[in-house]
């Protein structure tokens, strides 16, 4: 069981902004800085959006941004699209596993 | 281009043995960690295990310890995920992909930049 908790299900109407929380304790989330955040949508392999906490990888749309404060990290995904509606999950070390990912979040566009 | 390439899709019995298998091409395999994700269907994903090409280090999670062997062919960029005796638990679909960042003996950090194409294990009497 992931120690990293997401809420199941966030949605926003096109153009709104959005945020997706992971929360573990303070000796996952909030001891380092490696969080990590993947998009999965349906049938396709997951894809990295953000990397140590709030570094955008080369090719990923700047809508997307990562924080983190205490034992929360957060993915904002502003002017929301269409395109943007899949799974997201979060990862880091925990500290009762050598790595983990988070619950998981289903994003609606709605 | 930095690629991750799977091996085909299975259907096999409980019972059976199987090993699947990730290329990589395009970076230096040996000189980056390379882990399996499982996802059950309709489920989120799990991190099984990591291993280091260059001196084939593992560090397997604690929930598929003594469940799954991680192996590699560093001659051919080659990583693989092996089951001994499959269940119909392990129906799923498997990922390997490269982390960026470090290890140490116990723990993890970084994250996965390039994921292969995922591998379907089905196993069903």
């Known amino acids: 069981q992931s120690a990293l908790t997401q809420p199941a299900s966030v949605s926003g109407s096109p153009g709104q902004s959005i945020t997706i929380s992971c929360t573990g304790t303070s000796s996952d989330v909030d001891g380092y800085k490696y969080v990590s955040w993947y998009q999965q949508h349906p049938d396709k392999a997951p894809k990295i959006m953000i990397y140590?906490?709030?570094h955008r990888p080369s090719g990923v749309s700047n809508r997307f941004s990562g924080s983190k404060s205490g034992d929360t990290a957060s993915l904002t995904i502003s002017g929301l699209q269409a395109e943007d509606e899949a799974d997201y999950y979060c990862s880091s070390y925990t500290s009762n596993s050598p790595y983990a990912f988070g619950t998981g979040t289903r994003v609606t566009v709605l | 281009e930095m690629q991750l390439v799977q091996s085909g899709a299975e259907v096999k019995k409980p019972g059976e043995s199987l090993r699947i298998s990730c290329k990589a091409s395009g970076y230096s395999f040996a000189t980056s960690w390379v882990g399996w994700v499982r996802q059950m269907p309709g489920k989120g994903l799990e991190w099984m295990g990591i291993?280091?090409?260059?001196?084939?280090?593992?560090i397997v999670s604690p929930s598929f310890q003594g469940q799954v062997t991680i192996s590699v062919d560093k001659s051919i960029s080659t990583a693989y995920l092996q089951w001994s005796s499959l269940q119909a638990s392990d129906t799923a679909v498997y990922y390997c992909?490269?982390?960026?960042?470090?290890?140490?003996?116990?723990?993890?950090?970084?994250?996965?930049?390039?994921w292969g194409q995922g591998t379907m294990v089905s196993v069903s009497s």
């Open positions: 291993i280091y090409p260059g001196d084939s280090r593992i």
């Open positions: 992909a490269r982390q960026v960042g470090f290890c140490t003996s116990a723990t993890c950090f970084g994250a996965f930049d390039v």
């Open positions: 140590d906490v709030s």
